[in-house]
């Protein structure tokens, strides 16, 4: 069944295909950062800089998840 | 796990990579039965399928004010409890508000068009909510300008708490001038005017846009965790880069002066 929008079609499609856009972006912004910050913590792991508590840099969630359960 | 422990970085990163994963399949899943009922929900007798709008408006309208509440509310954690992830959840929230009200200006703009025949007018409800997404700006821009996160987490509290005046500017804008935007229609005494084929998944779509909010914001709360961690072993690198550096110097200079001294 194809959707009829009406003459103002192209606002619409326009709202809905910026939300997505922005949208995209936020989940881009919040996806790449993760991944920039974990790779630079690796990256401090390898040259020896540890956390004051001794735990490695690149503690994982699951590794912490392990340790306080 | 209570709440006192998730005062505790390194526990809220173990609780975000439990529960992100089933905010995020919720979050689609809520999306996905949003924009279904929006496509096939009936046309207005006055607007036609321009109301098609008001799904992806409202919903990011709420939000553009719910998540300055949310910084209102961290601030307030920031200032008087001094909670040590309050400061990282007003500034995980900012950019995200930002765009949220961005969306709400945009779309309100192309809604606008057909509807008043105009995309904007500098009438109450409009400009207020226009200041809104500038004072977003301004709080990002401060959180990048100071390099110390706990100086710019103090003078970024007093900023969103003052700017927090500016909700109820917004939400009763429409009641106090009159505004080209129309009052309330959803959350009004005597309950809401929209017919349910309007309501039920205009309240999907605004359950659903929330949850993605939590999403994002969970996630970005553990970038900022993992970011400040980064800064504090890069603070210890360099200290030690320099302790050793200060060392050498100082054993050269100790083998100098037993060199001077042979001679």
Known sequence: MMMSLGPYASFIVTSYAAAAVVVAILIGWVVLDHRSQTRRLRELDRSGITRRSGRSATDTPKAITRTIT | ?263
């Open chain 2, 1 to 263: 796990m209570t709440l006192i422990d998730l005062a505790n970085p390194t526990r809220f990163l173990a609780l975000t990579a439990r529960v992100l994963p089933w905010l995020a399949a919720a979050t689609i899943a809520l999306l996905a039965i949003g924009l279904y009922q929006s496509a096939v929900a009936p046309d207005d007798y006055q607007q036609g399928a321009t109301v098609k709008i008001m799904f992806i408006h409202v919903p990011n309208a709420w939000l553009s004010m719910f998540v300055w509440g949310v910084m209102s509310i961290a601030s307030l954690g920031t200032l008087v409890w001094r909670h040590p992830l309050a400061d990282v959840a007003a500034k995980s929230a900012a950019p995200i508000g930002a765009a949220f009200t961005f969306l709400a200006l945009l779309t309100g703009s192309l809604w606008g068009r057909p509807m008043w025949g105009t995309y904007w007018e500098w009438d109450a409800r409009l400009t207020s909510v226009l200041i809104l997404f500038l004072m977003y700006l301004g709080l990002m821009a401060l959180w990048r300008a100071v390099d110390d996160p706990s100086r710019a987490a103090r003078a970024a509290a007093v900023l969103t708490l003052v700017g927090a005046i500016n909700l109820p500017i917004i939400k009763f804008s429409v009641d106090w001038w009159n505004t080209l935007h129309q009052p309330a229609s959803v959350m009004r005494m005597g309950g809401s005017a929209l017919d349910r084929s309007f309501l039920i998944p205009l309240l999907v779509m605004a359950i659903a846009f929330t949850l993605l909010f939590v999403t994002l914001h969970l996630a970005a709360m553990r970038n900022e965790i993992l970011r400040r961690r980064v800064r504090s072993l890069q603070m210890i690198q360099a200290s030690r880069i320099a302790f050793s550096s200060e060392m050498g110097a100082g054993s050269r200079e100790g083998n100098a002066s037993k060199e001077a001294g042979a001679a």
